[in-house]
């Protein structure tokens, strides 16, 4: 069973800018589609961008799109998300995993903007 390790997130600003990182114990090239996922309290965890295997489509929620870049090397099983223009409402935990969720959810990186 491959394992996800994120990283990358903390406190900034609103208006700041993060990159989270997450990386895989496994080979992630067979993986169709990977994606960022993200939970803030009291809410359902929400899919936030996807990339397919060879990082030639993307997609993203409507809330994040024009700010977020997700992006993956599966030479190096690493996918990341390159978030700008953050805001309050970014405020979340985030994970990552496959499109269908296949694997066992990571322990996550924490994002907190303060506005």
């Known amino acids: 069973q491959v394992q996800l390790v994120e990283s990358g997130g903390g406190l900034v600003q609103a208006g700041g800018s993060l990159r989270l990182s997450c990386v895989a114990s496994g080979s992630i090239f067979p993986i169709n589609y990977m994606g960022w996922y993200r939970q803030a309290p009291g809410k359902q965890r929400e899919l936030v961008a996807t990339i397919s295997r060879m990082g030639v489509d993307t997609t993203y929620a409507d809330s994040v799109k024009g700010r977020f870049t997700i992006s993956r090397d599966n030479n190096v099983n690493t996918v990341w998300l390159q978030m700008n223009q953050l805001k309050a409402e970014d405020t979340a935990v985030y994970y990552c995993?496959?499109?269908?969720?296949?694997?066992?959810w990571g322990q996550g990186t924490q994002v907190t903007v303060s506005s």
């Open positions: 995993n496959t499109r269908n969720e296949d694997y066992d």
